[in-house]
């Protein structure tokens, strides 16, 4: 049985990511999916993550969690973004490799990309002109 914990089930990639393996699982699958609200587990709190991957011992992780905003918020809060996020990447990643986890997929940002990326971008695009400026942290 494979425990896969998909951190960021509620948001949009999470939540899309989540029903994949819950299709996999109805058809089949031995999955146990793992999955906490923000309420349940603060991801940026590092005893709690790793509370979480002692007790739980995920196999695979999922890491589509994020602190998002919309472009007022991204302009006025850049550095809380930033520092979140680095916090729950860094406490997931740290933590999971701590209790054994055997794959990691970690997802970035849908606004990474140049801003005059041409489209559809490719993936090559990446990081080849200035970013997004709201998205710049």
Not at 85 to 113: D, F, K
Request: net charge neutral; hydrophobic share 45%; aromatic share 6%.
């Amino acid at each position: 049985m494979t425990r896969i914990f998909v951190a960021g089930h509620r948001g949009m990639v999470g939540a899309a990511i989540l029903r994949q393996f819950q299709a996999r699982q109805m058809a089949g699958a031995e999955l146990t999916l793992l999955t906490r609200t923000h309420a349940e587990l603060d991801l940026t709190d590092p005893a709690a993550v790793r509370r979480f991957f002692q007790a739980e011992r995920p196999d695979v992780v999922v890491l589509a969690a994020a602190k998002v905003g919309g472009i007022h918020a991204n302009n006025t809060y850049p550095a809380d973004f930033i520092h979140q996020n680095l916090m729950i990447a860094c406490n997931v990643i740290h933590e999971a490799h701590a209790a054994g986890v055997t794959r990691l997929l970690q997802l970035g940002s849908s606004c990474i990309y140049p801003r005059e990326a041409a489209q559809p971008m490719s993936e090559s695009a990446l990081l080849t002109g200035v970013l997004e400026p709201t998205n710049e942290c």
